[in-house]
């Protein structure tokens, strides 16, 4: 099953942007990953899926514009453009793996990111 | 509005049991999977079992195997997590999430812990 690696934390002033890093372990650059987000106190916020194509149907209810994501390699970004305030939370990378009794869903460690 | 209510936390000494609920409204229900997701006090994600809409299929991670058991009442529009042996590791708060992956809504979680 694929390992998802992400940084522990991430920083970015008012108005900026910021890419935040899924990294999925080798032998799985075909996977699609699933971006969330949870606010400091609640429950996760389905962002979206993303592929080596990018965008993989919609976005979650609410998500504004300035969320994007792009694939590449191993690798599956979010992008958060004009940060606001309350875009500070925890991102969180999924990703779910086989069938019948090998169906497993994974998760990375989460991405802090602060608003400066 | 789609919702989901979890409830059923609380503490429990290890080697004990609880049941979990969770309710769902401002959806039809019985057309989807649902899933129990975790996530530790500070830690990250941890998906736990998954239920497909008529209960036909059934998926738990590793850690609860054997000790944990989803299930579903379409009529009653609410999915429910029986947790026995519970150990101090299973500490946690944990989320109902609708959706075949991606999970594209969550509930606030409900917080069990597991102590003496």
């Known amino acids: 099953q694929p390992v998802l690696t992400q940084p522990p934390s991430a920083s970015a002033s008012l108005g900026a942007s910021v890419t935040l890093t899924c990294t999925l372990s080798?032998?799985?650059?075909?996977?699609?990953v699933d971006w969330y987000q949870q606010r400091p106190g609640k429950g996760p916020r389905f962002v979206m899926r993303?592929?080596?194509?990018?965008?993989?149907?919609s976005k979650g209810d609410g998500i504004p514009d300035r969320f994007s994501v792009l694939g590449s390699g191993l690798n599956r970004y979010l992008t958060i453009k004009n940060i606001q305030e309350e875009d500070e939370s925890d991102y969180h990378c999924?990703?779910?793996?086989?069938?019948?009794?090998?169906?497993?869903?994974?998760f990375g460690g989460g991405t802090k990111l602060t608003v400066l | 509005e789609v919702q989901l209510v979890e409830s059923g936390g609380g503490l429990v000494k290890p080697g004990g049991s609880l049941r979990l609920s969770c309710a769902a409204s401002?959806?039809?229900?019985?057309?989807?999977?649902m899933n129990w997701v975790r996530q530790a006090p500070g830690k990250g994600l941890e998906w736990v079992s998954s239920?497909?809409?008529?209960?036909?299929?059934?998926y738990y991670a590793d850690s609860v195997k054997g000790r944990f058991t989803i299930s579903r009442d379409n009529a009653k529009n609410s999915l429910y997590l029986q947790m026995n042996s519970l150990r101090a590791e299973d500490t946690a708060v944990y989320y109902c999430?609708?959706?075949?992956?991606?999970?594209?809504?969550w509930g606030q979680g409900t917080l069990v812990t597991v102590s003496s």
């Open positions: 401002g959806f039809t229900f019985s057309s989807y999977s």
């Open positions: 080798s032998g799985y650059s075909n996977y699609k």
């Open positions: 999430a609708r959706g075949d992956w991606p999970a594209d809504y």
């Open positions: 993303v592929g080596t194509g990018g965008i993989v149907g």
């Open positions: 239920i497909s809409s008529s209960s036909s299929y059934i």
């Open positions: 999924g990703a779910d793996h086989g069938s019948g009794s090998n169906f497993v869903v994974v």
